[in-house]
């Protein structure tokens, strides 16, 4: 059964394995606001554990906002968590403010040693490079988009690579979705990099990505809604998307994403089991009359299609899968 809270609504998530537990971090707001439209502003970071990915306890949360003035004293928002050398976890979260009315984006960071106490450490680590990305007073978009922070190691690679939800400060306005790019050799200095892929893709976001190996082939996945796709795009639908990759390091051609879920499903994240099982999790986004629903999705195994593309395996999302985004005519590629 979905993990469903009876007096909050859970969305984006995230996980970590000590070896004993499986731990999901996720955002959470109280039905009290009634309006699930008000839960961005009005979010917890939630915690709880599971020693199968199936049924899951809650324990307390873990992150709130910060006391002001902060980068962070408005929203705690997506993020991951890695373990470093040192055994120390490390939570890579977005935060805003309440001086810039949450518009402005920023990643922090908190530590832990057994991942239910966590310390957040001061002030922003990384937010959008005007080199490279979009800035809020650009005026195009609604907010400067900097969030959802994905830490990984990549295999021939020296130290850690971040993912992020950017925005490229050229193209369309509606067309500028990037995965941006942050590395660091100790977790705790960051380095801007330019974006791991090209605006003009058809997204005018990429919100949540994360890069896997699932039976020795690679993956990145992203989320967007029909709302935040470009004109040319606009008769698609959105949700879950998922982009066959050469190697877990960028560029990324983000014009080969096909759909992996509906907009019955969002912000996805790929789990393996420790017998190397691979998983989809989302959150239960919108039911069949487009009502709001806000809880965990059960794991869905995923594999990979005879046509290239990972799909979720038990073929309920069979239909979508034939909806690859076209290539508007002088789209550059990614090199």
Known sequence: MPFTLPDAW??????ADDGTDYHVFYLKASRALHDPNRRHFHVTVGHAVSDDLRTWREVPDALIAADGPAFDDFTTWTGSVVRGQDGVWRMFYTGTS?????????????TSTDLYHWEKQPGAIAEADPRWYEKFDSGDWFDEAWRDPWVFEAPGIPGWQMLVTARSKQGAAD???VIGHATSKDLSTWTLQPPWSEPGAGFGQLEVPQVAEIDGRHVLIFSCLAGELSASRRDSAGGVWAVPIDRP???YDIRRAVRLTDESLYAGRLVRDRDGRWYLFAFLHVDPAGEFVGALSDPLPVSWGTDGNLRVADGRFDHIHNGALRVPAGTPNVT
């Open 10 to 15: 859970t969305w984006d998530m995230w996980f």
């Open 98 to 110: 309440r001086a810039e009315a949450g518009t402005i984006q920023r990643v922090g960071l908190a």
């Open 175 to 177: 067309d500028r979705g």
């Open 249 to 251: 390091e960028g560029p």
